[in-house]
């Protein structure tokens, strides 16, 4: 497994913007694929966005899809979410997690996971 850790969240006003950014403890490309989920208080975790390294190949929920962009930085062994027009509806604990025996498409399948960051958007 893959020792995942989140950082970037907090409060923040609707409409504003906030970057998470996930550290790993080996490079992010050789893992198969990472990606963000969350879970609001009473909700079960859903899934954000994904990538996978081979290709390229990005996706995202409805819900956050043309306001949030996932990305990586492999030198530095982390992926980010870029969060722009944040609502209140994106109050949730956003984890990261990673692909790292075998790759089982984006939305599921994660075998690493990172202990969460809160993101609070106020209205």
């Known amino acids: 497994q893959v020792q995942l850790v989140e950082s970037g969240g907090g409060l923040v006003q609707a409409g504003g913007s906030l970057r998470l950014s996930c550290a790993a403890s080996?490079?992010?490309?050789?893992?198969?694929?990472m990606g963000w989920f969350r879970q609001a208080p009473g909700k079960e975790r859903e899934f954000v966005a994904a990538i996978r390294w081979s290709g390229g190949i990005t996706v995202y929920a409805d819900s956050v899809r043309g306001r949030f962009t996932i990305s990586s930085d492999n030198a530095k062994r982390t992926a980010a979410l870029q969060m722009n027009s944040l609502k209140p509806e994106d109050t949730a604990v956003y984890y990261c997690?990673?692909?790292?025996?075998?790759?089982?498409?984006?939305?599921?399948?994660?075998?690493?996971w990172g202990q969460g960051t809160q993101v609070t958007v106020s209205s």
């Open positions: 080996v490079p992010v490309f050789s893992t198969y694929a």
């Open positions: 997690a990673a692909q790292s025996r075998v790759y089982t498409g984006l939305k599921t399948g994660y075998d690493s």
